[in-house]
């Protein structure tokens, strides 16, 4: 029988409703939510433990990063064949990207959470667990990279967002669609995929900002971050990678500097490319230095550019991470 270890990180499915304020908050430990998973010493061996009790905006880089470390540790044991981590749903993406960016393990690393706290009727939490676990024991499930398990679907770490806000099926791939489901306690794969390049780093650089472009903006919120030190930043521009033209001082302020400046789209599909000519149309851009970011979404085009920058600080060698497939 595999051995699993699952480590708790809080989130939802650490949670209960606090009779006082009639709000959830942070309260089951690992030990008591794996005693709601009935049924699965038939399945693994389990070894659990608490890492935090951490609400999904409470996670930082920094704890993410510490985490990626905890879980490799594990990994290492030759007597374990997987993990399960809980996480908050809010910021789960963000910290499954980081640890597809830096565990490099043939190991599956399966994270998932829950919509629903301990109080609520449906609470989904155990089936997450079990479903991620069932997940976790399947040799499929090898060399595929961190996979994120809810609602009994899995999808890699690089593609899926949260795309609801309470539904239990919050979790989606907009691009290409989740990469496999759980059924009849078994994970059925429908297409590969391939482990990347890894980063090696145990610093996070923390001043990376996002900014989401909107109508009419201009340089203002750049620039004043440059002049706090900021070391880097993305851009959600619109479309293929688009900018109003008022931007174009800050960006250009920015790259003078050295600093790198990252496009996505804040579309929920395609890439960015360099199509368009006009004054803030992505040619432009490029012809500046700004480096494309293909498809990720924003917060995670932040996470890649906070590890490069943790070891990196040439513009040359963070544009080859992000523009040439090699991570």
Known sequence: MKKIVVIFNGGTISMRVDERIQAAIPT?????VMSMVTGIEEFAEIESYD???????HMTPKIMLDLS???????????????????GTDSLEETAYLLDLTINSEKPVIVTGA??????????????????????????SKNRGVLVCMNNEVHLASQVTKAHSMHL???????????????????????????KRKFISDKIEDKVALIKVVA?????????????????????????????????EGIKMAIDNN???????????????????YEGGGKTLRNMGVIFGDDLCGQKARIKLMLALGKIKDLDKIKEIFEEGRY
Request: hydrophobic residues 35%; contains cysteine.
């Open 28 to 32: 089951l430990k690992g030990e008591e």
């Open 51 to 57: 890492f935090s009790n951490n609400p999904g905006p």
């Open 69 to 87: 470390n905890y879980i490799k540790n594990f990994l290492e044991r030759d007597d374990v064949d997987g993990v399960v981590v809980t996480h």
């Open 115 to 140: 919509m629903r706290n301990s109080s609520e009727l449906g609470y989904d939490g155990p089936a997450n667990l079990s479903a991620s676990i069932c997940t976790a024991i399947s040799d499929e």
């Open 169 to 195: 099926d919050a979790f989606r791939s907009p691009e290409f669609g989740s990469i496999g489901i759980v059924d009849n306690n078994k994970v059925l794969y429908y297409r590969r995929a391939f482990m």
């Open 216 to 248: 009419g903006d201009n340089s203002d919120v750049m620039k004043y971050l440059i002049s706090i030190g900021y070391k880097g930043f993305v851009i959600e521009g619109m479309g293929r990678g688009n900018v109003p033209p008022a931007m174009l």
């Open 259 to 277: 600093l790198p400046v990252v496009l996505v789209s804040r579309c929920f599909n395609g890439r960015v490319l360099d199509s368009y000519g």
